[in-house]
């Protein structure tokens, strides 16, 4: 894993980081608070660039072989708690890197779509091209994708998007043992699968997690088809992967979701 060595100074956050929403349709407002300014003092990764040219980090916590991602803020600003989780996971390990279990590597992405956080509510879903990166991966893939009742972009092609490109590239190059991919609302685990069923591992890795947060673990995602999904391509690769949907917009649900994230830690203990 190709890591740098960056020492910097984090401060303190309490346990629970909500996100304070204003009226909107989709439960976060302009009067949003900031997320918590969240530094590193291990190791950290630049995975490449958003559209508008914003640095994509990746967070590294432990030195085993067997790598765990934590990816956070696929949907930016629609589920800022989604990277405000990963960045309590970032403090918490910053001060408790012992905790990381012998042989398992944490590697904690908190916010894969950097343009969209700069939004607010449905707008902030997508990146400055206005494609939904949960649409732009390479599992049945679509350019017309659908999110609810809505028609959205999943782009012109599979990993059009250079933040979805970003993750190809390190997952293909440090070939991850299992992925945990946070987004929300709905309080619910999900395994992955692309075109079949879901691997035994998958299920086993949201039943670890869902058990310990106390989630209920799904079957599978069955609301509405869903194309060129993340944790589906993740799947495709032979790398168990589950969607974690946090019960809202706004809590982070740091305690549970710190048990969830040491469960599947320590399945992968040597």
Request: overall charge negative.
């Given at each position: 894993m190709n890591q740098g060595d960056t020492v910097v100074t984090v401060e303190p956050t309490t346990e629970e980081v909500p996100i304070t929403p204003t009226e909107s349709d989709?439960?976060?407002?302009?009067?949003?608070?900031?997320?918590?300014?969240?530094?590193?003092?291990g190791s950290e990764t630049v995975i490449g660039?958003?559209?508008n040219g914003t640095d994509i980090?990746?967070?590294?916590?432990?030195?085993?072989?067997?790598?765990?991602?934590?990816?956070?803020?696929?949907?930016?600003?629609?589920?800022?708690?989604?990277?405000?989780?990963?960045?309590?996971?970032?403090?918490?390990?910053?001060?408790?890197?012992?905790d990381i279990p012998a042989g398992v590597?944490?590697?904690?992405?908190?916010?894969?779509?950097?343009?969209?956080?700069?939004?607010?509510?449905?707008?902030g879903r997508f990146n400055?091209?206005?494609?939904?990166?949960?649409?732009?991966?390479?599992?049945?893939?679509?350019?017309?994708?659908v999110w609810r009742d809505r028609e959205v972009s999943g782009g012109s092609a599979a990993f059009s998007e250079p933040e979805a490109a970003a993750l190809r590239d390190y997952v293909e190059t440090n070939d991850p043992q299992a992925a945990i991919v946070?987004?929300?609302?709905?309080?619910?685990?999900?395994?992955?699968?692309?075109?079949?069923?879901?691997?035994k591992a998958s299920i086993q890795l949201a039943a670890n997690?869902?058990?310990?947060?106390?989630?209920?673990?799904?079957?599978?995602?069955?609301?509405?088809?869903?194309?060129?999904?993340?944790?589906?391509?993740?799947?495709?690769?032979?790398?168990?992967?589950?969607?974690?949907l946090l019960s809202n917009h706004e809590n982070t649900e740091w305690?549970?979701?710190?048990a969830g994230i040491m469960a599947v830690l320590e399945s992968y203990e040597e």
């Open positions: 989709d439960g976060i407002g302009d009067g949003a608070e900031p997320l918590p300014v969240v530094t590193e003092r660039e958003s559209v980090i990746a967070y590294h916590f432990g030195d085993g072989e067997r790598e765990v991602l934590l990816i956070g803020g696929t949907h930016g600003g629609y589920s800022p708690n989604t990277t405000a989780l990963a960045k309590e996971a970032i403090e918490f390990f910053n001060d408790n890197e012992v590597t944490l590697t904690i992405i908190p916010t894969l779509n950097p343009d969209g956080l700069t939004k607010t509510g449905a707008a400055a091209n206005e494609v939904d990166l949960n649409r732009n991966f390479d599992c049945d893939w679509s350019a017309t994708a946070l987004f929300s609302a709905e309080g619910k685990v999900y395994p992955s699968a692309c075109d079949t069923t879901p691997s997690y869902a058990t310990a947060a106390g989630y209920p673990a799904e079957a599978e995602f069955d609301a509405y088809a869903i194309t060129g999904d993340m944790v589906n391509w993740l799947a495709k690769q032979s790398i168990p992967a589950i969607s974690v305690t549970k979701n710190k």
